[in-house]
């Protein structure tokens, strides 16, 4: 890429605009990796001084410094890959693909460099009086050097950074070939009467989508990154379902996939666990989670698996009986939405003109953290973000204080990431002066002009979902950067947005967003009722669907066998045969050709995470209802004792001081139907 001129690049200079939002009016895909580049040779000059001073190691002039440096990094690192998952134009994949090996090396430079550790053991270890949050933020570092392979001889540390180095080159090409895979799966079919079921808005998009595309007069539905497609929910077409399904599943096999790409991953962890002195990259990567070990999570996930796949047999029987003939994988969410309607009453199409998009953020979404936790929401049409479609608002507090920023990008785009998720633009930060700035990424089919925005119920809960993640963000108060709200352990990160979904059906909250978006008449008081009957519907299938996904994942990363399978295919049914999970009616949430979260996006080993973290959730839900609902006193509880402190202390720590006690799984259990 052609380094920009030092003068020329915003990235390299603190934004000027409010809350110091990155300033994309002005910033382009080719400021980054020069950014990037600068700002990691910043650093290096920042932590040599540090190393070398002749003063004795203090907290203030060793961590307090450290914690100052490296601004220009951090906005390059956050611009680069926040905006490559966002954007996925070719100029943000090549700034990437340069930078993610770069930013490898240099992290396994910064924390094998002996000296630092040296100079943070001496502090930890002088006897000094530290606040709670800096003894936490010692131990923090301290642990982070030890498994990033500090004590390593020095032939080990450098293979170390060698694998470290090609693991995110890696990862990049595995996000980017996926997204490219998804695409190209798309499916094409010719008449609109294959895509009955569908709305006549739905079918206009498919139309314009393929004209788009090069298929003129065809019709184009494009895939998700799940492996079950929202359209098999209303295709009456069973043979373009079949169709559907197996474009979703295939994806990514091929020549041309990703299946390489994910071997060498799995060998090259394996390799750098043992390394690092464990026996699997699972109980690596598990080493620094709330989960005591590996065993304690293969145990859980075990336990669950033979009920969840008695639901989704019991599921399947009912749904035959009412479709009259044995259903098949691409059957399942079809007769799944006519057991709703028939059983309860619940027709996910009829629902869709109650959830329209802006009510559902203003009146739901907002509205529920409004009545929770006071906070208000402002519109700043004045700031620009990085795609038209991006919408900024500033967050107040309840007594007018400006607490941050958050930008919502709610559609889909060819070239967008699949999936949903939240990112930091700007960590909150007291010795830094920083309030936060936080984004949503959602991927919500967008209409044509002039129509509305119409959610699915999946959908709702998603938006609910992610902002969670945005409060926890937006929340933080803690002094140091490292330590801000989202940057807790992964298997504790889904927490907090997993309780947001709780005021999806909250009485006071549906009733305020629930409006059909023509009349403004309220969803009749009836279908709320059945809604919370249909709670447990369904969880057969998600909690099979969701077991066999994370199972596959440690399958292939809690080996401590260092042969890497040839036949991706085949060991997915051996490792799902081991835990008795080899039901091809439910297909796992996704495959291993696009797995991204676990080849590309951080939760190697990691994606047990989201069920970890609901036992949690299961018991800050019932701790809500004991203690009186959507309270201000409650949400108070919530904010100051969990949210706002991040890492700043241990996280269960933070969860005990909330609910009073330890977590139970029972919660949880009864939650899924698996008591």
Same mark, same amino acid.
């Given at each position: 890429m052609t380094n920009s001129p030092v003068a020329e690049n915003p990235l390299l200079t603190p934004s000027t605009l409010p809350y110091q939002l990155p300033d994309f009016a002005n910033?382009?895909?080719?400021?980054?990796?020069?950014?990037?580049?600068?700002g990691m040779d910043e650093v290096r000059a920042e932590i040599d001084a540090i190393v070398n001073n002749p003063e004795p190691p203090t907290f203030e002039n060793t961590v307090e410094a450290m914690e100052r440096g490296g601004q220009t990094l951090a906005r390059a690192a956050t611009y680069v890959f926040?905006?490559?998952?966002?954007?996925?134009?070719?100029?943000?994949?090549?700034?990437?693909?340069?930078?993610?090996?770069?930013?490898?090396?240099?992290?396994?430079?910064?924390?094998?460099?002996?000296?630092?550790?040296?100079?943070?053991?001496?502090?930890?270890?002088?006897?000094?009086?530290?606040?709670?949050?800096?003894?936490?933020?010692?131990?923090?570092?301290?642990?982070?050097?030890?498994?990033?392979?500090?004590?390593?001889?020095?032939?080990?540390?450098?293979?170390l950074v060698e694998?470290?180095?090609?693991?995110?080159?890696?990862?990049?090409?595995?996000?980017?070939?996926?997204?490219?895979?998804?695409?190209?799966?798309?499916?094409?079919?010719?008449?609109?009467?294959?895509?009955?079921?569908?709305?006549?808005? +739905?079918?206009? *998009?498919?139309? #314009?989508? @393929? !004209?788009?595309?090069?298929? $003129?007069?065809?019709?184009? &539905?494009?895939?998700l990154s799940p492996s079950s497609q929202p359209a098999l929910a209303r295709l009456q077409d069973r043979d373009v379902r079949?169709?559907?399904l197996a474009s979703s599943l295939a994806r990514g096999l091929g020549d041309g996939g990703t299946t390489a790409i994910?071997?060498?991953l799995v060998a090259l962890r394996s390799e750098q666990a043992a390394i690092l002195g464990f026996d699997s990259h699972a109980e690596y990567k598990i080493a620094d989670q709330?989960?005591?070990?590996?065993?304690?999570?293969? +145990?859980?996930? *075990?336990?669950? #698996?033979? @009920? !969840?796949?008695?639901?989704? $047999?019991?599921?399947?029987? &009912?749904?035959?009986?009412?479709?009259?003939?044995?259903i098949e994988a691409s059957d399942w969410a079809f007769y799944s939405d006519q057991v709703q309607r028939e059983k309860y009453a619940v027709d996910s199409e009829a629902l869709k003109p109650y959830f329209e998009l802006n009510r559902v953020l203003n009146d739901g979404v907002f509205f529920a953290a409004n009545q929770v936790y006071g906070v208000t929401f402002t519109e700043r049409e004045d700031l620009v973000g990085y795609h038209p479609d991006v919408r900024v608002w500033e967050v107040f507090n309840e007594d007018g204080s400006p607490l941050g920023l958050f930008l919502g990008d709610y559609f889909a785009?060819?070239?967008?990431?699949?999936?949903?998720?939240?990112?930091?633009?700007?960590?909150?930060?007291?010795?830094?002066?920083?309030?936060?700035?936080?984004?949503?990424?959602?991927?919500?089919?967008?209409?044509?002009?002039?129509?509305?925005?119409?959610?699915?119920?999946?959908?709702v809960r998603t938006a609910f979902h992610e902002f969670g993640h945005a409060l926890h963000g937006l929340f933080s108060d803690v002094y140091y950067p490292r330590l801000q709200g989202t940057n807790v352990p992964?298997?504790?990160?889904?927490?907090?947005?997993?309780?947001?979904?709780?005021?999806?059906?909250?009485?006071?909250?549906?009733?305020?967003?629930?409006?059909?978006?023509?009349?403004?008449?309220?969803?009749?008081?009836?279908?709320?009722?059945?809604?919370?009957?249909?709670?447990?519907?369904?969880?057969?299938?998600?909690?099979t669907e969701y077991l066999k996904a994370a199972l596959l994942d440690l399958a292939w990363y809690g080996s401590r066998d260092a042969q890497v399978p040839e036949d991706v295919e085949a060991f997915e049914t051996e490792a799902m045969n081991a835990v008795g999970l080899q039901y091809d009616l439910v297909p796992p949430r996704y495959r291993s050709a696009y797995f991204a979260h676990i080849f590309a996006g951080g939760y190697s080993a990691g994606y047990y995470s989201y069920i970890w973290s609901e036992v949690l959730d299961a018991e800050t839900v019932e701790w809500f209802k004991e203690n009186g609902g959507m309270t201000r006193e409650n949400g108070d509880k919530m904010r100051y004792e969990l949210l706002a402190r991040g890492n700043s202390r241990d996280p269960l720590e933070s969860f005990r001081a909330l609910r009073g006690r330890d977590a139970s799984v029972e919660p949880l259990l009864k939650k899924r139907g698996l008591a």
């Open positions: 910033l382009r895909a080719e400021h980054g990796a020069p950014a990037f580049r600068a926040a905006l490559s998952s966002a954007l996925g134009t070719p100029e943000f994949d090549a700034a990437e693909n340069e930078v993610a090996p770069l930013y490898a090396q240099f992290r396994s430079e910064l924390y094998m460099n002996r000296g630092l550790y040296e100079r943070i053991k001496a502090v930890s270890e002088s006897g000094a009086a530290f606040t709670a949050e800096q003894r936490h933020l010692l131990d923090e570092l301290l642990r982070d050097f030890e498994l990033s392979g500090v004590n390593l001889g020095a032939a080990e540390g450098a293979r694998i470290n180095s090609r693991i995110a080159e890696l990862e990049s090409q595995f996000g980017q070939t996926a997204t490219r895979n998804r695409q190209a799966a798309a499916l094409i079919v010719d008449s609109a009467d294959e895509l009955a079921g569908l709305t006549d808005g +739905e079918i206009a *998009t498919a139309a #314009a989508l @393929a !004209a788009d595309n090069g298929h $003129e007069g065809k019709y184009q &539905i494009s895939l079949r169709r559907l994910l071997r060498e709330t989960a005591p070990g590996l065993d304690a999570v293969m +145990e859980m996930l *075990t336990r669950m #698996a033979p @009920a !969840a796949l008695a639901n989704a $047999e019991r599921e399947a029987e &009912i749904m035959a009986e009412v479709a009259g003939h044995d785009r060819e070239t967008k990431k699949g999936g949903a998720w939240m990112n930091n633009l700007v960590d909150q930060s007291g010795l830094l002066g920083n309030k936060p700035v936080v984004m949503n990424n959602l991927n919500i089919p967008k209409p044509p002009e002039g129509s509305p925005a119409l959610l699915t119920m999946d959908e992964r298997d504790f990160v889904e927490y907090p947005s997993q309780v947001n979904e709780m005021w999806i059906l909250w009485p006071e909250v549906i009733a305020n967003y629930a409006k059909h978006y023509e009349t403004g008449e309220p969803l009749p008081a009836e279908t709320v009722v059945k809604l919370q009957e249909a709670a447990l519907w369904g969880e057969g299938f998600g909690t």
